[in-house]
């Protein structure tokens, strides 16, 4: 059964103190759950979050739905997101995530046979200006070609 840490639990109370609306405190409550969770939200984790927040699962479940920074089923350790929107494709994001799912074995949406990498093909990030790029957990990646995306991506594998 899925619980916060005690910290975890800490932040989840800070943040429905922070805020006049309790309903505020929903996304960096849900950031906080899949960072615990492995880089995901369950149904178990909703249900869990409904109850120390007081909120109804249906409310949570309405932002947690809504917003795609939120992973509805597990990632690998590195979730790979590929701009595929138009300034990154019209520069080889798309490409760009075939590539990567070559190297690495994997389809999109899915997590590699080693549990390291999911690589998802994802709207805009916000930086056309830097296209293509990749957003790799929370860091984000521009001006790519596909070696250098590799290259970083190894870099980043060596971190684990």
């Not at 909703?46 to 795609?68: G, N, R």
């Not at 075939?98 to 046979?113: F, L, M, Q, R, T």
Request: charged content about 25%.
């Amino acid at each position: 059964m899925f619980e916060l840490s005690e910290e975890g639990k800490q932040f989840v109370k800070k943040e429905l103190e922070r805020y006049e609306d309790r309903y505020s405190a929903i996304i960096p409550s849900l950031y906080r759950v899949q960072k615990e969770n492995g880089g995901w939200v369950s149904d178990e984790c909703v249900a869990y979050l409904s109850q120390l927040m007081d909120l109804p699962e249906a409310d949570i479940y309405e932002v947690f739905k809504f917003y795609t920074m939120f992973n509805q089923k597990p990632v690998g350790q590195l979730h790979v997101q590929v701009c595929t929107n138009i300034s990154c494709s019209m520069n080889g994001g798309r490409e760009l995530a075939d590539h990567i799912c070559k190297a690495y074995n994997v389809k999109s949406g899915e997590v590699s046979s080693d549990g390291k990498v999911t690589v998802s093909r994802v709207e805009c990030l916000g930086s056309c200006d830097t296209a293509p790029m990749m957003q790799v957990n929370d860091r984000y990646l521009e001006n790519l070609t596909p070696e250098s995306a590799l290259e970083q991506l190894k870099s980043l594998e060596s971190e684990l």
